[in-house]
């Protein structure tokens, strides 16, 4: 055979080899979270587009995904066996999203309050996260740091807004909890792909 053909072979393999180490053992975890992202993401712009409609639908529509989040979450922390560590934050996490999300939805139109305070709160924590990420970039010398100082300001402004007023009014931040839910369906996109690359 040919020492060019050979050396092609040997690349491709290489190269399906890399992809398989990659993507191979973790798609079904890649295909669930790009799922979640991609809800989040259409929820969000259905708040931002359609707020009269989907604040009727809010309590059940945001109950269902928070649900299907942290089962998502709970899901991925058994499979990277979070459970050996003494850190468990997507296992936790995971658990706390389920039972918020189940009382939200069985709440209806009681629990409109709950979904403005969970979702601030929650933004908020996943913005100082990265903050905290990229100022550990910043002091380790690191150059890609921007994309997470940039979620990280953007999330935070968000979820502060969400929480100025989340008793009571609902319906003034439906917009809010939509450019919430496309961060936080744009940041979980991030990380899958561009942060583990």
């Not at 190269?15 to 809800?39: E, H, I, N, Q």
């Not at 259409?42 to 009727?56: E, P, S, T």
């Not at 939805?105 to 990229?134: D, P, Q, T």
């Not at 100025?164 to 809010?176: I, K, N, Q, R």
Request: aromatic share 10%.
């Amino acid at each position: 055979m040919n020492a060019f053909i050979r050396r092609r072979l040997r690349g491709l393999k290489n190269r399906m080899l890399l992809f398989w180490r990659r993507f191979g053992p973790r798609r079904k975890v890649y295909f669930s979270r790009t799922l979640s992202a991609a809800a989040n993401i259409a929820l969000g712009i259905g708040c931002v587009a359609f707020a009269d409609g989907m604040y009727r639908l809010l309590p059940y529509l945001m109950g269902i995904m928070m649900m299907l989040s942290g089962l998502t979450s709970l899901a991925v922390g058994i499979l990277r066996r979070e459970y050996r560590s003494e850190q468990t934050q997507l296992t936790a996490s995971g658990i706390v999203s389920m039972i918020v999300g189940l009382i939200i939805a069985l709440g209806r139109g009681k629990s409109y309050g709950l979904v403005g305070v969970f979702w601030g709160i929650s933004g908020l924590n996943r913005a100082v996260g990265e903050l905290n990420l990229s100022i550990s970039r910043i002091a380790n010398g690191r150059t890609d740091w921007k994309r997470l100082m940039l979620f990280a300001i953007w999330g935070s402004v968000i979820s502060v807004l969400l929480l100025t007023d989340p008793l009571d009014g609902v319906y003034e931040h439906m917009v809010y909890i939509g450019l919430e839910l496309i961060f936080i369906g744009i940041d979980e996109i991030d990380e899958m792909y561009f942060e583990e690359s």
